[in-house]
């Protein structure tokens, strides 16, 4: 490596390959020529190193091959393309893969190298070759080299994964595209596939002849068959699906699980029912006396994923499409003992059960007046002897450890679930009918079963909170007030727990709160203390799901009678602190969103009544919460505060106060109608002013703002570089300022009001002034920078010096020292003129 250049040398390689001196053009190709020479070399005292991805030789290469004009032959990538795809092979001596190690590193970085661009494509099928053969390899440095290659490769041919499955359709294409890009690999991939699926009955011992079967099935799962596709076509599709499906009988758990999904692309929608029948046919029979619950297992997937196929299309509603499906139903029934306990199983049980759950979802619908398709096929009645007879009933002699018992619980809760709402929608049913009831389902020791019995109960009760879906519950969910009491003071698994307050926050009140008493012992205010304090310690979705279901608890509280409205007033005073607290841009969003939607939904008994239930001050607090959410950082919490605003101005006594009553609105929008309509309530409640020297803190800022200033000012040393801080690039103080300026201003100068005491305005100006020499002095410390360069410290000043001085015109204003000349902002003015009340140097501030 003696001639090999420095390291910074290869960046300048473009005007090297096109300098008319010759010898300067043949560099790049002798260092290439080393390069390679040296990875070829085995020898111990080679200076390469195969860790870390072969270190900087791959990023060396890259230097050296991108600057290559690509006008030109490309000579020098196509000499070391053949070279590194002739490395990456396999090697008969596993003692020597170091070349090998390089050679895949190499390929994986110029794979991923955006500037060859189409030139490196040529290659990519001999570098799906090499990978899939590496996959195989002994020695734990050329698999971890070859996967990392072959994720590359995947990439650079389906594109970036653009969702959250694996198999997005925008990652996919037809084998018919993929096989006329790469011709190469449609008989490579085809006698891999046939090799290792030769493989999967082997004995336990011989597992590691089928390492790579994980690869082609995921290179397979993304392609899907094309309309012109058919079997007198030469890269058809038809010779994959046996051995994909003969690969299900691994047994390795993923590689069943991938087999299956790969088999569906493959499988042409009309012919997914007779393959489906072919498969349920060769399931063994339960006076069979040998069969492997690996085959079973691989099998009842590829059903399962087939028969979701085709109930996603488009013609699911089909009387054809409900016919083969009747007959696919028939089959199953055939081989029904896989669900119950003569299969020892569990895993297997699952299966079956998903895919009889899936039958019920498709079938359960009435054909021309008739009887539903499953109840004419007696499948009902199995389900339900199959629920019955489960461990459902007769309890659990398991634990966790026991292979699928997680998956099978959760498959069994899911067909239960399906069984009892098939009885509640059908007229005339009775309750006996019933298998199992939610009230069993919902005392199981076991969390996965509660959870998804909580999960779908939530679901009815929202549909029928919202009005959508079925618009009253069926008879089945009547009075269970109690029992979510009874369940939310002993569940101790976090998302059951946080289930049951959903589901106490969509049920009326006046239907379970006077339970309380006699179902947990705690009086209706005691439960309401109770739920406070569960939104108070938590920091998580149960805290939103508190924080709204005490929202509610109060409101009807308050709208029970007078008595009740006195006796509350401390529990008011807690709950407003409650919502202020959970405001925070500090906060996770679900609890900034919790808090737009109690703001919400309480607007017109707490923020715009016009008799007010709060005080001013926790009025004005609440208040102060909606102008925060409207500047939060993010646009959903936003657009939920916008909802409180459009709910506030649609009231009968607010919807005057301005022209955009009932018409949804923007935040930026939003921020100026809220104060708009705040400044109204305050002139028709008579408070203006009590409440002007808790706005004029607003617009001062409190000295909040100051004194982050100061302390930016003294502690500038201890900044670190890369050190996060909090940040809101949506909220931009001189907007806010501008907005409560104009309004004050225009009330203020509008309606007749009770002027301040002197000595709350004494208070003020004393408090504005000090703040205002205070900022002065601070600024002169200041270094004087450039105009143009004007520090982050500066305009934290700047941005406080004007809310000050809006401040001090507004009291001169109300001294009676400025008339009518005062400087205000016009209400035509748009956000983006907001910044002209500002001084010079301030326009980037917000």
């Keep these: 490596m003696d001639q090999l250049p420095p390291a910074h040398l290869p960046l300048g390689m473009g005007p090297r390959l096109r300098c008319p001196n010759v010898s300067l053009q043949k560099l790049p190709e002798q260092w290439l020529r080393n390069v390679l020479e040296e990875i070829k070399c085995s020898d111990p005292s080679s200076k390469l190193c195969a860790t870390r991805r072969s270190a900087g030789i791959p990023f060396y290469i890259q230097a050296l091959l ?8 490309m000579d020098l990538l196509k000499t070391t393309m053949k070279e590194l795809i002739s490395l990456a092979g396999p ?22 190298d955006t500037r060859l661009g189409e030139n490196i494509i040529p290659y990519v099928a001999d570098g799906a070759k090499a990978a899939i053969l590496g996959f195989t390899s002994p020695v734990w440095a050329v698999r971890n080299s070859s996967t990392l290659l072959f994720s590359t490769l995947i990439t650079r041919i389906f594109g970036v994964k653009r969702g959250k499955d694996e198999l997005f359709k925008k990652n996919t294409m037809t084998g018919s595209e993929f096989f006329s890009r790469f011709p190469e690999l449609y008989p490579f991939l085809l006698k ?22 994980f690869l082609l099935l995921l290179v397979l799962g993304r392609l899907y068959p094309s309309p012109m596709d058919g079997t007198c076509s030469a890269l058809s599709m038809a010779p994959f699906i046996p051995f994909i499906m003969r690969c299900g009988n691994s047994p390795v758990y993923r590689s069943r699980e991938m087999a299956a999904r790969a088999l569906v692309p493959f499988v042409m929608r009309d012919e997914i029912p007779a393959t489906v029948q072919t498969l349920l046919a060769k399931l063994p029979n339960c006076t069979d006396q040998c069969f492997r619950q690996n085959h079973i297992h691989g099998t009842l997937l590829q059903v399962f994923h087939l028969l979701q196929a085709f109930s996603d299309s488009k013609h699911r509603m089909n009387a054809h499409f409900q016919q083969e499906l009747a007959d696919v139903a028939v089959c199953t029934t055939a081989k029904l003992w896989l669900a119950k306990r003569q299969n020892p199983c569990l895993v297997t049980r699952a299966v079956y059960i998903d895919i009889l759950f899936l039958l019920t979802r498709c079938l359960d619908k009435p054909t021309k007046g008739n009887q ?13 002897n199959i629920i019955s007879r489960s461990e459902l009933i007769t309890g659990f ?13 959760q498959s069994l809760t899911k067909l239960a679930i399906a069984a009892v709402w098939a009885v509640a929608v059908q007229p005339g049913e009775q309750t006996r009918d019933v298998p199992i009831s939610f009230s069993q389902l919902l005392e199981s020791s076991f969390p996965d079963v509660r959870l998804l019995t909580l999960e779908a109960l939530l679901e009815r009760f929202s549909a029928a909170a919202s009005g959508l879906g079925e618009k009253e519950l069926p008879p089945l969910l009547w009075n269970m007030g109690g029992t979510f009491l009874m369940l939310a003071m002993k569940e101790n698994h976090p998302e059951c727990f946080c289930k049951i307050l959903k589901i106490l ?27 406070m304090d569960i939104a108070s310690n938590e920091r998580s979705e149960i805290q939103s799901a508190a924080l709204r279901l005490a929202s509610k608890v109060i409101v009807h509280h308050m709208r029970t009678s007078e008595e009740t409205r006195d006796s509350m007033a401390p529990k008011l005073k807690q709950w407003v602190q409650l919502v202020v607290s959970s405001c925070g841009d500090h906060l996770p969003t679900e609890s900034r969103l919790a ?19 709060l005080g001013l001050q926790d009025t004005l607090a609440l208040w ?24 506030a101005m649609s009231q009968g006594n607010t919807c005057r106060s301005t022209e955009f009553a009932f018409c949804q609105v923007d935040a930026s929008i939003a921020l100026d109608m809220a104060l708009v309509v705040l400044c109204d309530l305050l002139q028709q409640w008579n408070q203006l002013a009590p409440a002007l020297p808790v706005l004029l803190g607003w617009l001062l800022g409190e000295g909040d703002d100051l004194m982050v200033c100061v302390e930016s000012e003294h502690q500038v040393e201890e900044d670190y570089l890369f050190e996060k801080a909090e940040i809101n690039f949506w909220a931009e103080t001189l907007i806010f300022v501008k907005y409560l300026y104009k309004n004050l201003y225009h009330l203020l100068s509008k309606s007749s009001w009770h002027p301040l005491s002197p000595e709350r305005l004494c208070h003020l100006q004393r408090t504005a002034s000090e703040q205002c020499h205070l900022l002065s002095q601070l600024l002169k410390e200041l270094p004087p920078p450039a105009a143009f360069l004007k520090t982050v410290e500066f305009t934290r000043l700047r941005i406080q010096e004007e809310r000050t001085l809006a401040c001090l015109r507004l009291l001169a204003f109300l001294e009676g020292k400025e008339g009518e000349n005062t400087l205000v902002p016009s209400a035509a003015d748009s956000p983006a003129e907001a910044n002209q009340l500002t001084l010079p140097g301030t326009e980037m501030a917000c």
């Design 192 to 213: 891999q596939l046939e090799a290792v699926s030769n493989t999967v009955d082997s004995d336990i011992g011989e597992l590691n002849r089928q390492p790579s079967m």
């Design 66 to 73: 991108a600057s290559e004009p690509k006008k030109g032959k």
């Design 624 to 647: 102060r919460c909606v102008l925060t959410l409207l500047q939060s950082e993010e646009p959903a919490v936003r657009d939920a505060a916008t909802e409180t605003v459009t709910t």
């Design 91 to 112: 090697t008969d001596d596993s003692q020597s893969t170091v070349p090998q190690v390089h050679a895949l590193n190499i390929l994986r970085a110029l794979f991923r």
């Design 595 to 613: 808090t737009a939607e109690v703001l919400t939904s309480t607007t017109p008994f707490f923020l715009t009544n016009p008799h007010p239930v």
């Design 397 to 409: 002699p398991y634990t966790f450890t026991v292979p699928g018992l997680p998956q099978y619980l």
């Design 505 to 531: 926050h969509c049920m009326d009140p006046s239907e379970w709160l006077h339970q309380t008493e006699h179902c947990i012992h705690l009086t209706p205010k005691e439960f309401l203390n109770w739920t």
């Design 372 to 384: 539903p398709v499953l109840e004419h096929l007696g499948i009902w009645e199995e389900v339900r």
